[in-house]
């Protein structure tokens, strides 16, 4: 039977068994002697840590692009309908 104090990365390994056997959380921590309420905790915990940085990205801008002033050379459409163009 696993413990509570079971180390993260033991967690993390049993969360990434469990996402590659296409069973529910419940039928996985049955079938390995985990709450499931323990279990739930470290997926939630492990995605947390696997969320993407969504920061910033670089933009390079090109002379030839900047030259020609007819159409948007990029467009951003954010939430509530503001669009954002740059020629």
């Known amino acids: 039977m696993m413990q509570n104090d079971t180390k993260p990365q033991s967690m993390y390994a049993l969360v990434q068994q469990w996402q590659q056997s296409g069973k529910t959380q419940k039928q996985f921590s049955e079938e390995n002697h985990i709450k499931l309420a323990t279990f739930m905790y470290w997926v939630q915990k492990h995605r947390q840590i696997n969320v993407p940085d969504h920061g910033f990205a670089a933009l390079t801008i090109r002379q030839e692009t900047l030259d020609s002033k007819k159409s948007p ?8 309908g503001i669009v954002v163009r740059i020629y």
């Open 73 to 80: 050379k990029l467009e951003i459409e954010l939430s509530g």
